[in-house]
């Protein structure tokens, strides 16, 4: 089991940043895939960036168009955590934020899929006001 908790949400104006982070506990590994999505009122779950293992201790980050050239992720495997720095936000940024763990490293694709993942945080709240 793993345990993933999120925090550093909150209420920011258009342009500003935020940085999320997720605290990992219990049986984690370097090679699992963590990742974060997002979810706004009335839409569906979905995918924002993910950090999957590629071997030699290095790690592929990726990322939605939508956030692309924007958000960073990076991991502290020492300390378990995994971290979402969020730059010149928008309001359609506006969302629930979700960090998610995944046994094993898949495909992009199969990566950006919510159903993929086995792991859940309790989400934060992300409000970008204009």
């Known amino acids: 089991q793993v345990q993933l908790v999120e925090s550093g949400g909150g209420l920011v104006q258009a342009g500003d940043s935020l940085r999320l982070s997720c605290a990992a506990s219990?049986?984690?590994?370097?090679?699992?895939?963590m990742g974060w999505f997002r979810q706004a009122p009335g839409k569906e779950r979905e995918f924002v960036a993910t950090?999957?293992?590629?071997?030699?201790?290095?790690?592929?980050?990726d990322y939605a168009d939508s956030v692309k050239g924007r958000f960073t992720i990076w991991r502290d495997n020492a300390k378990n955590t995994v971290t979402l720095q969020m730059n010149s936000l928008k309001p359609e940024d506006t969302a629930v934020y979700y960090c998610?763990?995944?046994?094993?490293?898949?495909?992009?694709?199969?990566?950006?899929?919510?159903?993929?993942?086995?792991?859940w945080g309790q989400g934060t709240q992300v409000t970008v006001s204009s």
């Open positions: 998610a763990a995944y046994r094993g490293s898949p495909s992009y694709a199969r990566a950006a899929a919510p159903v993929a993942y086995d792991y």
């Open positions: 219990g049986r984690t590994f370097v090679s699992d895939t």
């Open positions: 950090t999957r293992w590629s071997g030699g201790g290095t790690y592929y980050a």
